[in-house]
């Protein structure tokens, strides 16, 4: 099985990085520079969160100068927040540059989203980008999760899941990350397999099989055996 950790904030060092898994970490535009540097094997995603959004210029100036490196392989997370953060007239035009960029490099979009579904949602049609973008720490009921999917979005999940939301989302639309969480990588995909009834094998394969389209350029880990994860589990 390959493990993939398509949004986290934890950072490893290079002597306790564990090489079965993946990652996409989440930096921001100052920030890249050196922790390029020391993670190799591990890809990014760079952008400025909406609780930061206010006085971002040149944040924002930073994140055009480098998004385009090979590294960073997705822009965010961005999106919008309504319980913290700036206002909406702050929070909104930024998101929107994020959006702009991943167009303009053909990269994915990785989104933070707190009750601003309404929001987002009509940001998308107005926008209506060919880039993919995914909810990061998905954790909607079903009627949004239906209107979500209704529109094209993607779904990373984490620690908090959502079961019912969970039976409608196709498997070519999930991803799993640990963002902040306490759980591993693995604790995560064996409770997102289990909440679909599927064997954590198979969900391993499909889940590596839409890094490999969305995120071609992060590299595999090395591959991890099921006997090992019961026994650490
Ligand atoms: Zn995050």
Known sequence: MEFYDVHTHQIFLEDNDDPYHSCIFDVYPLEFEVAKDSYHRHAFSCGIHPWYSEDSDTQMAYLNEIASNIRIVAIGETGLDKLKGPSFD?????????????????????????????????????????QPWIIHGYRGKPELTKRLLHEGFLFSIGDQINVASMQLIPIDALFCETDEDEMTIREIYLQTSQAINMDIEEFA????????RVFPSVKAPKPYFSKELEEEI
């Open 90 to 130: 702050i929070q909104i035009p930024v998101f929107k540059k994020h959006i702009e960029l991943s167009e303009k490099l053909g990269k994915p979009v990785i989104i933070h989203c707190v009750k601003a579904w309404e929001e987002l949602i009509q940001i998308r049609k107005e926008t209506d980008p060919t």
């Open 205 to 212: 394969a499909k889940i590596a099989a839409n890094v490999r």
